[in-house]
């Protein structure tokens, strides 16, 4: 077990903090100081190594600084140096994983890595487990919703919708439920997928923004009295703004009871199953068909580090294609692996062996110890904003995001709010998030329903340092608190 008093890990090595989270100014601004700083960027000659020194000194002075304990907005979070080492190395090497002859090493350590991640998530309920390593929660979620509609298609009308299309009996048939607050790539998905924004269907949440599984439930029934067909239900693992997480365990019998396919969006919480402490937390997981896992949030990788799960590997089968420049037969057969079932592209990149890197030079343990430290930074920030009277919280926070508001004196609560963040982001003094409470039916609350949104990812940051940015954030409300 994970001990919650355990400090954490020592890092392998850090990079220093920068000093200040983003460029002052604004966009109008930082785009005035790049353009007068970038020069040509397709010179007739170029100008050697100093165009690099000149070219990094530029990027690091005028970008977005998520190790700043100031940088505190969206769920991009700092890297770990272990992580960053090994991604210049890739960077450098250029392996490519769609074919063994462009990769050889990575191949086989994408294959440990999904193991490992595959037994965590499913233990031995799962006997033939699969994945593959994404660009993140988007293209995960699309693989996912592509192997449910191949699933839900093909079962019911015996016909293959990658090959076919979708049957036109089948038009406006398919369904997919999700959770209101459901991120919006699932939606994307579906239209992608040829099955339209229309077959996602919104499943009401309760006040904790977790999906209502009575609500599922009904919406499910209702849904096959009109001939519908469920082809999946997907629970999400730490919504984008509440952190919540659906009843998974619930959400996993609904969907089998239904023969329906069940895809957890865990690219927030899958973090998570490194933590003894924190795993009951995703219980029901162990049940999914597919699990998407953004090691590039709670896993502080370099982007990209997306990861697809999928309880039985035969879900990639569709994906699997013979070509003769990349998978020969006779070079199958003589041992060279056919990679192209792994992934929607073709050219990709070999992420897999900076996110083992950070595995193994930190270990699960080590791991654990940095999200337990986010915890304590979000139960601190939580009471600090419950206990000053300028601010309100939104709701009590489930992983590691913290909603509220700044309470004007005078001026409208949502001006206020909106003008505050954006007056941190002009003084290049904090860079928070800003989102709008939802009702049940995900959609915003209407007026007044702005809130600031902290997500605190970083393992470096301390409780004073957000003790002072939510200094900032109430001076910056004083300062924009005018009679509307
Ligand atoms: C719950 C959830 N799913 C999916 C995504 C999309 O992930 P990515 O941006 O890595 O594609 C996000 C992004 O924040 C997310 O919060």
């Known amino acids: 077990m994970t001990d919650p008093t355990d400090a954490p890990a020592p890092l392998p090595a850090s990079f220093p903090t920068p000093e200040r989270p983003l460029p002052p100014g604004g966009p109008a601004a930082v785009a005035e100081r790049v353009r007068a ?25 005028e970008t977005v600084q998520p190790r700043h304990p100031h940088t505190a907005a969206h769920l991009h979070g700092p890297v770990l140096a272990a992580s960053a080492a090994l991604d210049a190395l890739i960077g450098e090497l250029n392996p490519s994983m769609d074919s063994w002859d462009q990769s050889a090493a990575p191949s086989v350590i994408e294959e440990e890595l999904v193991a490992a991640l ?13 994945g593959t390593v994404t660009t993140g929660g988007t293209e995960s979620n699309l693989m996912a919703l592509m192997f449910a509609r191949y699933e839900a298609i093909h079962r019911a009308y015996d016909t293959d919708p990658a090959e076919e299309g979708i049957p036109s009996y089948a038009a406006g048939r398919i369904k997919i439920l999700t959770s209101a607050v459901a991120h919006f790539s699932l939606a994307r998905a579906a239209a992608l997928l040829g099955i339209g924004e229309r077959a996602v269907v919104p499943v009401p949440i309760g006040p904790d923004h977790r999906m209502d599984p009575q609500a599922l439930e009904e919406t499910a029934a209702r849904l096959e009295a009109d001939n519908h067909l469920i082809a999946a239900v997907v629970g999400t693992a ?56 953004d090691l590039h949030k709670f896993g502080w990788q370099s982007i990209p580090a997306g990861v697809l ?93 913290v909603l509220f508001r700044y309470l004007p004196r005078y001026g409208d609560p949502d001006r206020v ?34 809130r600031l949104k902290l997500t605190l990812l970083n393992p470096q940051t301390t409780p004073e340092d957000l003790d002072r940015l939510l200094d900032l954030v109430a001076a910056a409300g004083a300062a924009e608190d005018l009679p509307s």
């Open 309 to 401: 799960l999928a309880r039985d590997r035969a879900a990639f089968g569709p994906l699997a294609r013979r070509v003769a420049y990349l998978s020969a037969l006779d070079d199958e057969r003589a041992g060279y692996p056919n990679l192209l079932d792994r992934s929607v592209r073709t050219t990709r990149r070999a992420d897999a062996v900076k996110i083992v890197a950070t595995c193994q030079a930190l270990g699960r343990a080590g791991l654990a110890a940095l999200i337990e430290h986010c915890f304590a930074l979000t139960a601190h920030t939580a009471a600090a904003v419950r206990a000053r009277s300028e601010f309100e919280l939104a709701v009590e926070p489930a992983l590691t995001t």
């Open 37 to 61: 700083a970038l020069g040509a960027v397709l010179p007739e000659h170029g100008a050697g190594p100093a165009a690099l020194d000149a070219l990094a000194a530029l990027v690091r002075a």
């Open 118 to 130: 595959a037994g965590l998530c499913f233990g031995a309920t799962a006997s033939h487990p699969g």
């Open 238 to 293: 730490g919504t984008t703004d509440a952190g919540a997480i659906d009843p998974l365990a619930e959400c996993a019998r609904i969907a089998h009871r239904r023969g329906a396919w069940f895809h957890v969006d865990a690219a927030y919480g899958g973090g998570l199953l490194f933590s003894d402490r924190r795993r009951p937390m995703l219980d029901g997981i162990e049940e999914a068909d597919s699990v998407s896992i």
């Open 417 to 450: 709010n909106a003008a505050l963040r954006r007056r941190l982001l002009a003084e290049g003094s904090a860079v928070i998030g800003r989102t709008e409470l939802p009702g049940p039916d995900g959609k915003p609350n209407g007026p007044g329903s702005l």
